[in-house]
């Protein structure tokens, strides 16, 4: 079983979470290039929004799981990957064409086979959706 304390984390696991055909689409950067698990952006730009140009919540809801599993990333070992089996979403309130969306996720409890974690977007400080999110952890490969 993995130790509590977080491991640094491959640059190549990141970039292929990034290099996602939808994340690049809709343009997701991370927070902190230096500290991929501090999460995600990504604008309200026309790949984000729905037909009354408010942000879709598809949108939100799949970076919601990224924004977790970024987090999760430092309490997985090279030969681990996970997986999401469970995720709960309530979407707060709209958010506009043309805003900044920021999604961070937290480790509630990482054990031996399952990891809890809890995301947050938010639009200039205002929470706008949150997940609780239920990954399973499994062979890498």
Known sequence: MPSATPRDIDPARVQAVLDIPLHR???????????????????????????????????????????????????????????????????????????????????LRRGRAVAFLRAEATVDGTLVATAQVTKTVVPAG
């Open 25 to 107: 689409f809709v343009g997701v950067e991370l927070l902190d290039p230096a500290d991929p698990p501090a999460g995600i952006w990504f604008p309200v730009g026309v790949s984000a929004q729905n037909q009354v140009r408010l942000l879709h919540g598809g949108v939100v809801t799949a970076l919601l799981d990224v924004a977790a599993y970024l987090a999760l990333l430092p309490h997985l070992t090279a030969d681990e990957h996970a997986v999401t089996h469970d995720q709960s979403v309530s979407l707060l309130r709209p958010v506009p064409a043309d805003r900044r969306v920021e999604v961070v996720g937290t480790v």
